[in-house]
């Protein structure tokens, strides 16, 4: 569904991404972990029009694009969604939905049920809880129907609860065929719902393969956890 090849990019002297490379497959869920500056948003802005790489390719359902625009890879079924909530809190719940596809109304139900919004249809998006909120901008992503979802860290101030709730919605998502990529922090939630993780450390791929390896891999626990365990 999406390869990411040799991806390189740079910011004057600073390698924020060297040499990435990965493929996800239809209705697979990977997730991206990594010490901060380890080029994770930059990698998501890359694969979703944001960013020019220096060098590198990625093909989304086998046709490159790399130069096409965010809103061009929307309507091929390229989504992304941001750390910082992105809504219009001056519109209730169901108007969001329409803003984020007025051709097709009749998906109001459907999504707004997925994401646990249905009774709240008509309340103004700003009255919203946090976790609302979050489910609310990721159902106006599902609107556009995308074939892959780019999730940038979607558990962000959630509480147990809340994303507990999101853990459910991006399983569902999963059984629905549609293929997940998620930047990620809290590693609990994360590895309750990725497939495989990818770890990058200073814009190098360093690990990839299933969550539970790793946690023991030697590079990871040196990069990812050691550096944490140092800020302590």
């Keep these: 569904m999406l390869k990411v090849n040799g991806i390189t990019k740079k910011f ?4 924020a991404l060297n040499n990435v490379s990965f493929e996800v497959g239809k209705g697979e869920c990977l997730g991206i972990i990594g010490p901060n500056g380890a080029g994770k948003t930059t990698l998501f802005s890359v694969i979703s029009g944001f960013l020019r790489p220096d060098k590198g390719d990625v093909r ?4 490159s ?3 096409k625009k965010p809103s061009y890879l929307a309507k091929m079924g390229l989504v992304r969604t941001f ?12 108007e969001n939905l329409l803003v984020a596809n007025s051709n097709n109304p009749d998906f109001e139900k459907e999504i707004l049920k997925l994401i646990g919004l249905w009774d709240k249809k008509e309340m103004i998006a700003g009255n919203l ?3 609302e909120l979050r489910r609310l901008s990721i159902g106006m992503a ?3 129907k995308p074939k892959v979802l780019l999730l940038d860290e979607p558990f962000s101030g959630l509480s147990v609860k809340e994303a507990e709730n999101l853990s459910n919605i991006i399983k569902q998502l999963e059984k629905d065929g549609i293929t997940q990529i998620i930047i990620e922090h809290k590693l609990k939630e994360l590895f309750g ?6 770890v990058l450390n200073f814009g190098r791929v360093i690990f990839e393969g299933f969550a539970r390896d790793a946690v023991r891999d030697e590079k990871v626990i040196e990069a990812y956890f050691g550096q944490k ?3 302590g």
């Design 12 to 15: 004057g002297e600073l390698q």
């Design 60 to 63: 989304f359902k086998g046709i």
């Design 65 to 67: 694009v790399v130069g």
């Design 83 to 94: 750390q910082l909530i992105k809504v219009f809190k001056n519109m209730s719940v169901g």
């Design 129 to 131: 809880s946090q976790g």
């Design 142 to 144: 599902l609107a556009t």
């Design 193 to 198: 719902v990725a497939d495989r993780v990818l």
């Design 229 to 231: 365990h140092a800020k």
